[in-house]
């Protein structure tokens, strides 16, 4: 049994301690704005429920440990004490996800994500038309449990709608827990499906992707691709070069021999199949390749 001083180890590596050993936690997929009316987007793990009368949610987005700066989510909770909270089911993994890439402020995650904004009743902050549960809040209390990088804000939310999708639910008008297909985060790149277990979603890069707003119609607008697709094609640095995608061709018959039909279909099947195996840029270099 090792035995751990939380003083004696980095704050880094007390995240990661805890972050692995409580799990799998709930994703609040936080929508705000700012006071100039700018939507931002991004998800939270330290989530839960914590009354029902009043319907009271409470997420924390942490000061980050790597340089104790606090992000737009709490400023715009501080700001304007609307929030809306959102869920996330295994069809959106990938798109929140992606989201949380650290834009600058101003970008709009909606859109980088290839998310819908869908207007709210009773606060100004849209919600994600995708997820299966929308939850509306007024913000009550924020509460500060630190000043350092690490430290957790508690924002504790009261509820005064909720949106849900009749997918989800079941003959009795009951949320159906393999209808809803909710995911929920644990350590590292891991997450927890309800209905199949782990997986992994790889990290976004800590540079900028290029998020799905970028992709080109003829992808976004495929019946090859969901969302989930999406979001890992918009998760990349940069787009191939068309040398690359020379290269890549020519060295590999399958891909040669598919696109020298005029099959768009096919082309975005053998895309797909990249997908599948995490290989992206390989993906769009069958894409992108004879454009």
């Known amino acids: 049994m090792v035995s751990i001083n939380p003083n004696d180890i980095s704050p880094a590596k007390l ?3 805890l972050q692995g050993a409580v799990a ?13 009316g700018n939507s931002n987007l991004s998800p939270f793990s330290f989530f839960n429920v ?9 997420f924390s987005p942490a000061r980050r440990v790597r340089n104790n700066s606090v992000k737009h989510t709490l400023i715009n ?8 909270i959102n869920v996330v089911n295994y069809e959106i ?3 929140m996800s992606l989201s949380s890439t650290e834009y600058p402020d101003g970008v709009n995650e909606f859109e980088k994500a290839g998310l819908t904004m869908l207007k709210s009743d009773l606060v100004k902050p849209f919600r994600v038309a995708e997820s299966p549960v929308q939850f509306e809040c ?8 630190g000043n350092e990088g690490g430290a957790g804000n508690l924002i504790i939310c009261e509820v005064v ?22 995911v929920a985060r644990c350590g590292g790149n891991w997450y927890s499906r309800a209905n199949m ?13 290029i998020g799905v707003d970028t992709i080109p119609d003829f992808i976004k607008n495929s019946t090859v691709f969901n969302g989930n697709d999406l979001g890992i094609l918009g998760n990349i640095e940069s787009i191939p070069s068309e040398e690359e995608i020379t290269i890549f061709v020519n060295e590999n018959f399958n891909v040669k021999a598919v696109l020298s039909g005029d099959d768009e279909t096919k082309k975005h099947e053998l895309a797909k199949q990249y997908i599948d195996k995490n290989e992206v840029l390989s993906a769009w270099k069958v894409l992108l390749a004879n454009k």
């Open 15 to 17: 995240q990661g301690y």
């Open 24 to 36: 799998p936690r709930p994703i609040a997929f936080a929508s705000t704005i700012d006071e100039n």
């Open 50 to 58: 914590f009354s029902s009368n009043p319907p009271i949610l409470i």
């Open 77 to 84: 909770s501080k700001n304007t004490k609307e929030v809306v």
């Open 93 to 95: 993994v990938q798109q």
């Open 138 to 145: 007024k913000v009550n209390e924020i509460i500060a449990l």
């Open 161 to 182: 709608k909720i949106h849900i999708d009749e997918a989800v639910l079941d003959a009795n008008g009951i949320i159906d827990q393999h209808k809803i297909d909710l």
């Open 197 to 209: 277990g782990l997986f992994e979603v790889e990290k976004p890069i800590s540079t900028l992707g």
